[in-house]
């Protein structure tokens, strides 16, 4: 299973990014997604999970309000949409594939983690 992960970058506070991240090496469609983020000097954190058929969402209080976890089964890719970034957003961003279809806000739900994406956001 790989999970790819792409669209960090450098960007101004207040901005927006849109993640992507592309599955392959099991039915996408079956599992549940989230996206964690770890700091420079902090643990991993969760961010955003989403259910299989993407009915249900999940999101850390810290995000709420400003991202957006999706997902497209036909593209077995799931997308996660920062707004009004602020500079305690800066992190690796991670995606992950539950080892179930429904959701888990905690590491140990996910099976398969990606590489990450790095986000920074500058004052």
């Known amino acids: 299973v790989q999970l790819q992960a792409s669209g960090g970058g450098l960007v101004q506070a207040g901005a927006s990014l849109r993640l992507s991240c592309a599955a392959s090496?099991?039915?996408?469609?079956?599992?549940?997604m989230g996206w964690f983020r770890q700091a420079p000097g902090k643990e991993r954190e969760f961010v955003a999970s989403?259910?299989?058929?993407?009915?249900?969402?999940y999101y850390a209080d810290s995000v709420k309000g400003r991202f957006t976890i999706s997902r497209d089964n036909a593209k077995n890719t799931v997308y996660l949409q920062m707004n009004s970034l602020n500079t305690e957003d800066t992190a690796i961003y991670y995606c992950a594939s539950a080892y179930f279809g429904g959701v888990a806000t905690v590491a140990r739900g996910y099976e398969y983690w990606g590489q990450g994406t790095e986000v920074t956001v500058s004052s």
């Open positions: 989403i259910t299989w058929s993407g009915d249900r969402t």
């Open positions: 090496g099991r039915t996408f469609s079956r599992y549940g």
